[in-house]
């Protein structure tokens, strides 16, 4: 049995990432994210200070890992290989995420512009129609 607690810590199994559980196929990107956030804290304790400070400044990254990968013990490189897969993803959603949040933009930008055109065409075709009633239809006005 993998997660009994008895077992040393390296030998105990983290829960499986959102994606895997079927209910959560769905899932956010931004829940996605903080839940990776929390497996790297927990792949953090009691680790070296370079490896700490790696994690933390791969966190802040967005898309690219920073390329300076320290020199770690041996007891820490399966856990490193293990947390920089997670940071891989972190960085791929946070990318993501921010390309949603530009197109997001874009979108509330047209949806303004796009409110402020919809009255002028209106207008403008009333007016187009009401004289072409007059002038074709009804032929009460010359122009």
Known sequence: MKNHPALPYSERTLPPPLSAIPFFKEASKAGESSFLEYLLERYCVGKSAAFKQYCTLALESVGDLPR?????????????????????????LAQSLKKQNQARLIFRAWRYV??????????????????????????????
Do not use: W
């Open 114 to 143: 796009h409110m402020a055109l919809v009255p002028l065409a209106i207008i403008i075709i009333s007016y187009h129609g009401v004289v072409e009633l007059l002038t074709n239809v009804l032929h009460l006005a010359k122009i």
């Open 68 to 92: 300076n990968i320290p020199a770690l013990p041996p007891h820490e490189r399966a856990d490193f290989q293990r947390a920089y897969k997670i940071l891989k993803d972190h960085a791929c």
